[in-house]
């Protein structure tokens, strides 16, 4: 099925240790995006990329890196992992920056708990 | 700067109608709305690109008005279906509210 693919679904980490988030969309869109989400904060723009090769700083971007593989892939990666970072992670593709039309599609998520 | 979103919750019966509100303190071109259920993804609703302009999904619908700065989220005869919680985004790298819990019950 067309859509953002996300790996993996569920992650423990220790803190300190360091793991790479990915995400594929076939949709042939340009804009890619990851968002955190945690009880009663809605969903935070981490990184976005507009376009293939360029990447972005969203709202909470501090402990996070990301890079625009390619046109479908879009990683996001915790280089140190700290307990704060506990959360659900989503990343979404859109034909535009702004989302024209279709809006955003979202990936299943990633459930990362850092102990 | 983040959407704000109202009310934080709602609880309705089968077939009541509900409003959800969303309001920014910042110039608003366009506004999204999507809805996600418990444990699952967020679902594109609709897009509002110009000021005044309602659209529908289903018995949803909403406006926006540019000059307010507001967008609202309008649900009739809303089925158990609709439960879950509804989120606006602004911006063109889209930054989101906190969310809308509804609850509909039988």
């Known amino acids: 099925n067309a859509g953002v693919t996300q790996t993996p679904k569920f992650q423990v980490l220790k803190t300190g240790q360091s793991m790479t988030l990915q995400c594929a969309q076939d949709m042939n869109h340009n804009s890619m995006y990851w968002y955190r989400q945690d009880p009663g904060m809605g969903l935070r723009l981490i990184y976005y990329s507009a376009s293939e090769g360029t990447t972005d700083k969203g709202e909470v971007p501090n402990g996070y890196n990301v890079s625009r593989l390619n046109k479908r892939e879009f990683s996001l990666r915790l280089e140190s992992a700290a307990p704060s970072q506990t959360s659900v992670y989503f990343c979404?593709?859109?034909?535009?920056?702004?989302?024209?039309?279709?809006?955003?599609?979202f990936g299943s998520g990633t459930r990362l708990t850092v102990v | 700067q983040q959407p704000v979103q109202s009310p934080q919750a709602v609880i309705l019966r089968e077939g009541e109608d509900a409003v959800i509100n969303c309001s920014s303190s910042k110039a608003l071109y366009s506004v999204h709305w999507y809805r996600q259920k418990h444990g699952e993804a967020p679902v594109f609703l609709m897009i509002?690109?110009?000021?005044?302009e309602q659209k529908g999904h289903e018995k949803i619908s909403a406006s926006f008005n540019e000059k307010k700065q507001q967008s609202s989220l309008y649900l009739t005869a809303s089925q158990l279906s609709y439960s879950g919680t509804y989120f606006c985004g602004t911006g063109s790298n889209l930054i989101f509210g906190k969310g809308t819990k509804l609850s509909v019950k039988p």
């Open positions: 979404a593709s859109s034909g535009t920056l702004t989302g024209e039309s279709r809006g955003y599609t």
């Open positions: 509002l690109l110009k000021g005044g």
